[in-house]
């Protein structure tokens, strides 16, 4: 069964900004650790984002901290990444994922997940 489905994603200009909603049918979604991870053409999947089931704790990679937003709404099981400022380096598909209660550095891993979605591809034209 399906238990992650990614949308918004689409194409935008360079500067433009986009939210990414990631539904979610799992039992266990208001006690995941959620997160985001993207992965461009002939590259390898990179982490963008994670947040903490309960929502108080945000982790943001390098290259997005200061652009993307990560929240979630646990009444409506979903997760979103508010996305401004977007680059064309951005441009890759996304996709959400799901794990266990976790918290701090693990969450930057991909191995902290055990249910992924689909993905949705965003591209940022220059």
């Known amino acids: 069964q399906v238990q992650l489905v990614e949308s918004g994603g689409g194409l935008v200009q360079a500067g433009g900004s986009l939210r990414l909603s990631c539904a979610a049918s799992?039992?266990?979604?208001?006690?995941?650790?959620m997160g985001w991870f993207r992965q461009a053409p002939g590259k390898e999947r990179e982490f963008v984002a994670a947040i903490s089931w309960s929502g108080g704790s945000t982790y943001y990679a390098d290259s997005v901290k200061g652009r993307f937003t990560i929240s979630r709404d646990n009444a409506k099981n979903t997760v979103y990444l508010q996305m401004n400022s977007l680059k064309p380096e951005d441009t890759a598909v996304y996709s959400c994922?799901?794990?266990?209660?976790?918290?701090?550095?693990?969450?930057?891993?991909?191995?902290?997940?055990?249910?992924w979605g689909q993905g949705t591809q965003v591209t940022v034209s220059s």
């Open positions: 799992r039992r266990t979604f208001s006690r995941d650790s």
């Open positions: 994922a799901a794990g266990p209660a976790l918290y701090g550095s693990i969450l930057y891993d991909s191995v902290a997940y055990n249910c």
